[in-house]
């Protein structure tokens, strides 16, 4: 299972887009990069999901290079209630050792008004 | 749409008691969940791997007589902390995902155990 490095936290401000970016380099080919969010005494929430170059929808976009070794999350105009702990996973999703998920530290984000 | 849901949401209880969590899946059926445990401004810590009709798979460290897991049916997985004590007290959460291909996975809501 590849491992995952993420910042610790980022600030941000009201209205302003959010990236985080996730370092995977031992992805391996079949493996998926997924993003969740988990706000504190709540289950993770799935943000997004995909594969390699641009994924986008309602909430966030996924931008993962040719190399599929990093990508990054972009939150657009976040708002206070995207205040949250966000997750890159990176697994197989159609085996069954893909599906048992390793967390990594997660990235604590602080919208600020 | 597909939920896992999780209850209970919160359960406080004595040292020496045992507790159950029960994760349901709605609306799909789910042949594998996962536990999970989460300590306060931690990430989550896989605990086992739950396999319907067969024994679960616990992760290194992982006492397995003390977390009993249960998944007797498609849409059903339990988690039973027996003897439970303080230092068993964490969040503890499910996890499903359904049997199409372009399912993700899903999470439940959680449960707070303190234990007394």
């Known amino acids: 299972l590849a491992k995952t490095t993420q910042p610790i936290s980022m600030d941000s401000y009201e209205g302003q887009e959010v990236n985080i970016t996730c370092s995977h380099n031992n992805i391996a080919t079949n493996d998926y990069i997924t993003w969740y969010q988990q706000f504190p005494s709540q289950g993770p929430r799935f943000i997004i999901q995909?594969?390699?170059t641009k994924v986008t929808n309602e909430v966030a976009s996924l931008f993962i290079p040719a190399d599929r070794k990093s990508s990054t999350l972009s939150l657009p105009r976040v708002s206070l209630s995207d205040t949250a702990v966000y997750y890159c996973?990176?697994?197989?999703?159609?085996?069954?050792?893909?599906?048992?998920?390793?967390f990594g530290g997660g990235t604590r984000v602080l919208v600020k008004p | 749409g597909a939920v896992v849901s999780q209850h209970p949401s919160r359960v406080i209880c004595k040292s020496g008691t045992s507790v159950k969590i029960e994760c349901r899946s709605l609306d799909f059926q789910a042949t594998t969940m996962f536990w999970y445990r989460q300590f306060p401004k931690q990430s989550l810590m896989l605990m086992a791997t739950s396999n319907e009709g067969s024994k679960a798979t616990y992760e290194q460290g992982v006492e397995k007589d003390k977390f009993l897991i249960n998944h007797a049916s498609l849409t059903l997985s339990t988690l039973t902390v027996t003897s439970a004590h303080p230092e068993d007290s964490s969040f503890y959460i499910c996890?499903?995902?359904?049997?199409?291909?372009?399912?993700?996975?899903?999470f439940g809501s959680g449960t707070q155990l303190s234990v007394l």
């Open positions: 996890s499903a995902r359904g049997v199409r291909e372009d399912e993700k996975l899903l």
């Open positions: 995909g594969y390699k």
């Open positions: 996973l990176v697994g197989d999703p159609w085996e069954a050792a893909g599906n048992k998920l390793t």
